[in-house]
């Protein structure tokens, strides 16, 4: 069968065999599919879907490609954290250098920005110096000099979903969930680690919107993991506002900065608290305990102590001061009063992508001091001419009115009070209740 008779059985709703999926996973790594044929095959996946045989298979194929690092072989105690994407979500920049500061090392091979959401590795980089790019041996390196190691996923580690990745960030196929599985959960068998946390976003601002979608993805991803041996949990949390006010990659590193400092925001700080608690359950602590000692980890300055080893370990170096700033400031004000009754999140974060903190084309740069800083929270009364967020233009060419008007016609105000959504709903069986 010639690949676009693939495409086209995809489109037409039937499945693949693992053979077709095999095709499509080693043309895309060994990049001898052209690009228009893959996302062709990508979009038919966004809008048929895939069984959940298909989805296996994918993801065995695309961790197949490439090599395996086996962490878990060599630092059996390392834990990986994942975010399945949102805005504000600062959560990893904070947990790496939490959890090596109460003595549990982290091992992350993070990805860039997608769609609307901010990248980890994308704010990593807006720190002078900060390298991403490391092998086996130089991760190992660094989780025994300052105990946390973020990394790009290199070129021989399921190369097919590097090509995959940058497509669908480009042609609108990110929410599809199979290519979502594929796309984590090759990445994170790969790296190996016996640990694994998941952050399941759910909500406007993330790319599960309601919470069955979100409880779909999340038992996905925790069934894959734990069928390959791994201590896997999976927390749904809320996505229906930004979760943190930084929505960029040098302004989230301020707030990173904040939180591990002992200020900043108190939802970002909560729901990173709890990952790391869940994490640390996981690698047999009491919960108590292991709460206790993260908060006093934030207090007593370690989380800061660490994060400076953190930075430095990956050769960047530490001095806020030097990450960049906006030209330009602009405030985006209510037009009426009343209450915060709704947020569209993604619309928020593709604001930010326009001023920088995203790429709109596959080369396009970042512009570190593009970002959008939000100022309130569902359920704040709200006055005319308050401002609800600022805009901070860097170097990047944007037409400014454009991006306020998106901004603003991203909150809704009006005279009725909302239910306040919880930060963390929980883990899949129990997500329907609040925890």
């Known amino acids: 069968m010639t690949f676009p008779e693939i495409i086209a059985k995809k489109r037409d709703g039937k499945s693949l065999t693992r ?46 490609s490439g090599e395996m690092w086996a962490l878990a072989n060599v630092v059996p105690e390392a834990v990986d954290k994942h975010s399945t994407g949102g805005i504000g979500d600062t959560v990893s920049l904070i947990f790496a250098p939490l959890m090596a500061a109460v003595g549990t090392p982290v091992a992350m091979m993070a990805g860039r920005g997608l769609g609307h959401s901010q990248g980890t590795l994308d704010k990593l980089e807006a ?25 790009a996923q290199t070129d021989d580690v399921a190369p097919a979903d590097r090509t995959l990745y940058a497509l669908r960030d480009i042609t609108a196929t990110v929410p599809s969930l199979p290519l979502i599985v594929g796309s984590i959960m090759s990445k994170k068998l790969a790296l190996g680690a016996g640990t694994l946390i998941l952050d399941v976003k759910c909500g406007s601002g993330a790319f599960r919107k ?69 994490a640390m359950v996981l690698r047999g602590r009491d919960r108590s305990s292991a709460r206790a000692d993260l908060v006093k980890a934030l207090d007593d300055g370690s989380a800061a102590t660490a994060w400076e080893a953190f930075v430095r370990a990956h050769g960047g170096d530490p001095d806020p001061d030097l990450l960049a700033q906006p030209r330009e400031v602009v405030d985006v004000l209510a037009q009426t009063s009343g209450c915060l009754t709704a947020v569209d999140g993604e619309e928020l974060g593709r604001a930010a992508v326009e001023v920088g903190a995203g790429r709109r084309t596959q080369d396009e740069a970042i ?25 901070l233009l860097g170097e990047r060419p944007v037409d400014e ?26 883990a899949p069986q129990s997500a329907e209740r609040t925890l």
Do not use: H
């Open 19 to 64: 053979e077709e999926i095999a095709l499509f996973v080693r043309g895309a790594g060994d990049g001898w599919l052209p690009d228009e044929q893959l996302a062709a095959l990508l979009m038919a996946i966004c809008i048929r879907g895939m069984t959940t045989e298909e989805t296996g298979w994918l993801t065995q194929e695309m961790l197949n």
């Open 367 to 391: 512009d570190d001091a593009g970002g959008i800083e939000v100022l309130v929270r569902l359920g704040d009364p709200i006055e005319s001419g308050q401002p609800l967020a600022r805009v």
């Open 210 to 278: 309601t919470l069955p979608e979100a409880q779909e993805l999340a038992e996905a991803l925790r069934s894959v993991a734990r069928s390959a041996g791994v201590a896997c949990e999976a927390l749904i949390t809320e996505m229906d506002q930004p979760l943190g006010p930084a929505l960029g990659t040098a302004c989230e590193v301020r707030e990173a900065i904040e939180i591990l400092d002992g200020r900043g925001s108190a939802p970002l700080r909560e729901v990173t608290l709890r990952l790391a608690e869940e």
């Open 401 to 426: 009115v454009a991006v306020v008007d998106k901004v603003r016609e991203a909150f809704a105000v009006a005279d009725v009070v909302p239910d306040q959504p919880p930060l963390v709903y929980g």
């Open 127 to 151: 720190i002078p110096g900060f390298r991403v790019s490391w092998d086996r041996a130089g991760m190992l390196d660094l989780l025994e000099r300052c105990g946390a190691a973020v990394v």
